[in-house]
């Protein structure tokens, strides 16, 4: 009697890096919730100040970070000192599904709302800024980050028209040495974690 074994079909080339990051987005996840609470808190200080001086070397006086979503790091200590300082504070925003975020200025103090993904983002006028500090779920040491498959980011840094200083922030333990980078993933300038700022531009 003959046996005959099929064969699967091979997946096909350009569905190999979205399958792989889904299956990093998963161990990344589970990975970060294991970082015991000490070293969350050490890494938030630490990369607060890796920030403040990257901010400081590029002179930015409009600065767009965010509101940390799970176990993120946390920038807010860092927005109060911008703001004792005089500098311009923004928050994504998702207007529109499928579409890129703009970017509001949040007003020392002032209340959030909800965008249409349900993230916490603030309700002044719309501005550009000159440097982003981006969240991140993992990264590569070329200025590749791992987002949630929403591609927001990716959208938003390409239909900027002025020049932008970007920075992801996210812990050291979550780095991706081999990372499946994709035609429309952009590269960051740099990558701040608790242990130390990485160059890649």
Request: some cysteine.
């Amino acid at each position: 009697m003959v046996t005959v074994r099929t064969r699967k079909p091979a997946t096909p080339r350009h569905m190999v890096a979205p399958l792989q990051k889904g299956l990093l987005r998963q161990q990344l996840k589970m990975r970060r919730r294991t970082i015991p609470l000490d070293l969350q808190n050490t890494t938030q200080w630490k990369a607060i100040n890796h920030l403040r001086g990257l901010i400081a070397q590029n002179r930015s006086e409009i600065i767009a970070l965010y509101t940390p979503l799970g176990a993120e790091i946390d920038l807010m200590p860092l927005v109060r000192e911008l703001w004792d300082q005089g500098k311009t504070v923004a928050l994504p925003r998702v207007v529109y599904r499928g579409f890129p975020m703009v970017f509001n200025v949040w007003e020392p103090h002032a209340p959030l709302e909800h965008d249409a993904v349900g993230l916490k983002c603030a309700t002044g006028p719309e501005i550009t800024p000159t440097f982003i500090g981006l969240p991140m779920l993992g990264y590569n040491r070329k200025g590749y980050r791992l987002g949630y498959g929403g591609g927001y980011y990716d959208m938003t840094l390409k239909s900027l028209q002025i020049p932008v200083v970007t920075a992801g922030i996210c812990y050291t333990e979550l780095e991706i040495p081999q990372f499946p980078a994709e035609y429309h993933d952009i590269r960051l300038d740099y990558v701040v974690t608790g242990r130390e700022v990485i160059t890649c531009i």
